[in-house]
């Protein structure tokens, strides 16, 4: 049952979400293939670099702390940095892919 309403408020968030970001969806329109091919490549590529980071990176300098309290703290430290890191990143990449289309602020 958790399961169930979870993954409809994930459809209602990503609902919601489209709705909001109209215009962007106009933008992607207008891209040609090979540009809408990179802005899918730069995505994947961010989420598994993201997520390879705040996973490993956690694990090794968390591992080093017995106290929870700062396994915590380090944790959230390498969440922060990492999402600043690679989305300064991927938002100069698309743009350079897009010309500037994307990404919308």
Not at 28 to 46: A, R, W
Not at 64 to 72: R, T, V, W, Y
Not at 75 to 85: A, D, E, P, Q, S
Request: proline share 1%.
């Amino acid at each position: 049952m958790n399961d169930f309403v979870l993954i409809t408020l994930l459809v209602l968030l990503m609902a919601r979400t489209f709705i909001k970001n109209r215009d962007t969806l106009r933008a992607y329109k207008k891209l040609s293939k090979t540009q809408l091919l990179g802005v899918v490549i730069t995505f994947i590529f961010t989420v598994v670099i993201a997520t390879t980071l705040i996973f490993y990176g956690k694990n090794w300098i968390a591992g080093k702390f017995s106290n929870i309290f700062l396994e915590s703290f380090i944790f959230v430290v390498i969440f922060f940095f990492v999402f600043y890191f690679i989305g300064t990143i991927s938002d100069k990449v698309m743009n350079k892919i897009t010309k500037g289309a994307l990404p919308k602020n």
